[in-house]
């Protein structure tokens, strides 16, 4: 088990030097030596493509107005994203990417626990991480602005400081998913919708009966950007199973049907939030705030907390309340 870990920890410190980070920053532009290389390091700070000549003053004149057209707003990720979608040496990150030494859970699922590893007890103290990228599959189908990805985010928990019962990993939920994604720049309310996606998707954690559990869904997102916030709300519909093959019939009642994604940068840290709610009136919903801040140039420390339904697969129906504290290596959108 330890080995596993430890290939998780080696496959984070080999993204070093290969994975498209969410933004640049303004020490990691400055510290390029190339000259046209550091100009676009710039420019995608910006939001801009290279080379324009986009003015950042108003059509009236004034400084500091908002003269982005919607044809010029182009924001950073997505910038990125195109660049490097046909570089086979490049990982492109999907969602956050982290991993959390030490977490700390005061509401346990003991009795999904007991099922596994009877006899033991669980500990509330876990390892935590998350490994999520995307590929482009088919790049400009209809148009130069519709996109098929393919996507796999992997999220783990590990008993790693519970040797009574060989630091197990308790809970692993695998999410493959394809996406058809539309860039476009319309302007809502003074935001930038920059991106709007459907998804396929499917969850599972791999288990047998009586712990597998597993959903598919078709979701709609769509990703809202104004100056240094991002907003993303997406919303979905469970594909009916047959009820014999179901493990897990009311997860709607938990899981809700949406959810809205925030996240706040700044050029040294970020604040994000994530909010789900079944808008029934048993009123079962989740919250999960993040905060990153510098600890070196390649990583972020990370203080995640998550309270509510639905963390991971195993524990849908059961409320959680964790902290932790790690490092992440690229932050979602």
């Given at each position: 088990?330890?080995?596993?870990?430890?290939?998780?920890?080696?496959?984070?410190?080999?993204?070093?030097?290969?994975?498209?980070?969410?933004?640049?920053?303004?020490?990691?532009?400055?510290?390029?030596?190339?000259?046209?290389?550091?100009?676009?390091?710039?420019?995608?700070?910006a939001g801009r493509l290279p080379g324009t000549l986009e003015s950042a003053e108003a059509v009236d004149g004034k400084p500091g107005s908002d003269s982005e057209t919607e044809a010029d707003y182009i924001p950073p990720r997505l910038y990125q994203e195109e660049a490097h979608a046909t570089n086979r040496f490049v990982i492109i990150p999907y969602e956050r990417n982290y991993l959390l030494p030490i977490t700390y859970n005061s509401h346990i699922n003991e009795q999904a626990w007991e099922i596994a590893h009877p006899g033991t007890g669980m500990d509330k103290a876990e390892v935590k991480f998350q490994l999520s990228m995307k590929a482009i599959i088919w790049q400009d189908i209809l148009g130069h602005d519709l996109d098929l990805w393919g996507a796999y985010t992997q999220t783990s928990w590990m008993q790693a400081?519970?040797?009574?019962?060989?630091?197990?990993?308790?809970?692993?939920?695998?999410?493959?998913?394809?996406?058809?994604?539309?860039?476009?720049?319309?302007?809502?309310?003074?935001?930038?919708?920059?991106r709007v996606n459907i998804h396929f998707n499917h969850e599972s954690n791999g288990q047998s009966e009586p712990l597998s559990r597993s959903w598919n869904r078709a979701i709609l997102s769509g990703l809202f950007e104004r100056r240094n916030f991002s907003l993303e709300a997406s919303a979905w519909y469970r594909i009916p199973e047959r009820s014999k093959d179901d493990d897990n019939p009311d997860i709607d009642d938990y899981m809700g049907n949406g959810q809205l994604q925030g996240l706040w940068k700044w050029p040294r840290y970020t604040l994000g939030f994530t909010l789900r709610n079944n808008l029934q009136k048993d009123n079962k919903g989740a919250i999960q705030l993040d905060w990153t801040f510098p600890i070196s140039q390649r990583f972020s420390g990370y203080v995640q907390y998550f309270n509510g339904y639905g963390e991971s697969l195993i524990d849908y129906n059961e409320s959680t309340n964790r902290i932790g504290i790690g490092v992440s290596l690229t932050d979602p959108f």
């Amino acid at each position: 088990m330890h080995r596993q870990l430890l290939g998780a920890i080696a496959l984070f410190a080999c993204w070093t030097g290969h994975c498209v980070a969410s933004a640049p920053t303004l020490a990691a532009c400055a510290a390029l030596d190339d000259d046209q290389a550091r100009l676009g390091c710039y420019d995608a700070l910006a939001g801009r493509l290279p080379g324009t000549l986009e003015s950042a003053e108003a059509v009236d004149g004034k400084p500091g107005s908002d003269s982005e057209t919607e044809a010029d707003y182009i924001p950073p990720r997505l910038y990125q994203e195109e660049a490097h979608a046909t570089n086979r040496f490049v990982i492109i990150p999907y969602e956050r990417n982290y991993l959390l030494p030490i977490t700390y859970n005061s509401h346990i699922n003991e009795q999904a626990w007991e099922i596994a590893h009877p006899g033991t007890g669980m500990d509330k103290a876990e390892v935590k991480f998350q490994l999520s990228m995307k590929a482009i599959i088919w790049q400009d189908i209809l148009g130069h602005d519709l996109d098929l990805w393919g996507a796999y985010t992997q999220t783990s928990w590990m008993q790693a400081y519970n040797t009574d019962a060989s630091s197990p990993f308790r809970e692993t939920d695998y999410m493959p998913e394809l996406i058809l994604s539309i860039a476009n720049s319309w302007k809502v309310l003074g935001f930038h919708n920059t991106r709007v996606n459907i998804h396929f998707n499917h969850e599972s954690n791999g288990q047998s009966e009586p712990l597998s559990r597993s959903w598919n869904r078709a979701i709609l997102s769509g990703l809202f950007e104004r100056r240094n916030f991002s907003l993303e709300a997406s919303a979905w519909y469970r594909i009916p199973e047959r009820s014999k093959d179901d493990d897990n019939p009311d997860i709607d009642d938990y899981m809700g049907n949406g959810q809205l994604q925030g996240l706040w940068k700044w050029p040294r840290y970020t604040l994000g939030f994530t909010l789900r709610n079944n808008l029934q009136k048993d009123n079962k919903g989740a919250i999960q705030l993040d905060w990153t801040f510098p600890i070196s140039q390649r990583f972020s420390g990370y203080v995640q907390y998550f309270n509510g339904y639905g963390e991971s697969l195993i524990d849908y129906n059961e409320s959680t309340n964790r902290i932790g504290i790690g490092v992440s290596l690229t932050d979602p959108f």
